[in-house]
C-alpha cells in the first residue's frame, strides 16, 4: 500500500509505536518511581497501594516489551478513530 492510501488507524498506529520506543526509558524508570511509592504506601494504605500497583507494572512491562508497547499503540489508535470514517 502506498503511504496516501493508507488508513488513518495504521499511520497513528504507527506514529504511536515510534513515540512509545522513543520514550521507553522515561516509561521504564518512572514504573520504577511508581513502584517504589507502591512500595512505600502499601503498609500505610493497603487499598492505595494495591490500585497503584496495577499501572506501575504495566509501565515496567510497557517499558521493557516490544509487543506490549504495540498492542498499546495499536488499541490507542483503535480507540481514537473509532468514530471517524476514512474517504
Known sequence: MSNRRR????????????????????ILIS??????????TLFIYPLAGYVVLVPALYMLVLGTS?????????LAAWISTLGRYDD
Do not use: K
Request: glycine share 2%; aromatic share 12%; no cysteine.
Open 66 to 74: 516490544y509487543t506490549v508497547a504495540h498492542y498499546t499503540a495499536r
Open 31 to 40: 514504573g520504577l518511581l511508581l513502584l517504589a511509592y507502591v512500595l512505600a
Open 7 to 26: 488508513l488513518a488507524r495504521e499511520r497513528l498506529e504507527i506514529y504511536l509505536v515510534h513515540l512509545l520506543l522513543a520514550y521507553r526509558p522515561l
